[in-house]
């Protein structure tokens, strides 16, 4: 059975991010992968890098924190990652911003031909504004640049690709929960595309 790691980070266990990541879970599991789930908020996770955590770039087979390598080893064997959170201030929220900072280390998944186990990344972003309003200042493309190049690129990546859910907040939705129910849908779709262009499939 192919396995997926599914990162998700907010504030709130009941947040509309919450509920994307289970429904890309679901559509998952439904296809046959195998998804296990880290939970930054509730696992505790903590973003600060300190110095056992901090690369030494002198030498590759540096070991940092064991909380890291547990985090690091739950990679092993993976087929692709998917990483589901809110947009904060056009970026990714500081504890998911941590968990690249500590876990996908120098000597771990980049650096002396060091790389991430897997070719497949997909960033699940939700966006409080709508797509033109976002997309107009151009920070779709600097935030999609940064997560498929600066960061799963430089780790190996070879198969990045960052997808919006726009206007979250549903400020001109008339039935907000139907509106919600509409994104979910998207999210699904957009798992299902995926599965069903993977090897095998």
């Known amino acids: 059975m192919k396995q997926l790691q599914l990162i998700w980070a907010h504030p709130r266990a009941d947040s509309l991010t919450a509920k994307v990541a289970q429904a890309i879970t679901e559509e998952l599991q439904q296809r046959g992968w195998q998804v296990a789930e ?4 509730r696992t505790g ?3 600060v890098l300190q110095p056992v955590d901090e690369p030494d770039w002198a030498d590759p087979d ?3 924190s064991s909380e890291v390598m547990r985090l690091a080893s739950d990679l092993a064997g993976k087929d ?3 990483i589901v959170f809110p947009i904060w201030w056009f970026s ?3 504890i998911v911003k941590g968990y690249i900072d500590r876990v996908w280390n120098h000597g771990i998944f980049y650096g002396s031909g060091r790389r991430l186990p897997f070719d497949s990344v997909r960033w699940i972003a939700l966006a409080g504004e709508s797509e033109a309003s976002f997309t107009k200042r151009g920070l779709d493309k600097s935030m999609t640049h940064l997560l498929n190049v600066g960061i799963a690129g430089f780790c190996g990546a070879k198969d990045s690709q960052v997808h919006i859910l726009y206007d979250t907040l549903g ?3 008339t039935d907000l929960p139907a509106h919600h129910a509409a994104l979910l849908v998207q999210a699904r779709r957009m798992a299902a595309e995926w599965a069903e262009a993977q090897p095998g499939a």
Not at 38 to 41: A, E, T
């Open 62 to 64: 540096k070991a940092y």
């Open 38 to 41: 880290l939970d930054l908020y």
């Open 45 to 47: 996770f903590d973003p």
């Open 80 to 82: 692709a990652a998917f």
């Open 92 to 94: 990714t929220p500081a």
């Open 171 to 173: 400020e001109q939705a």
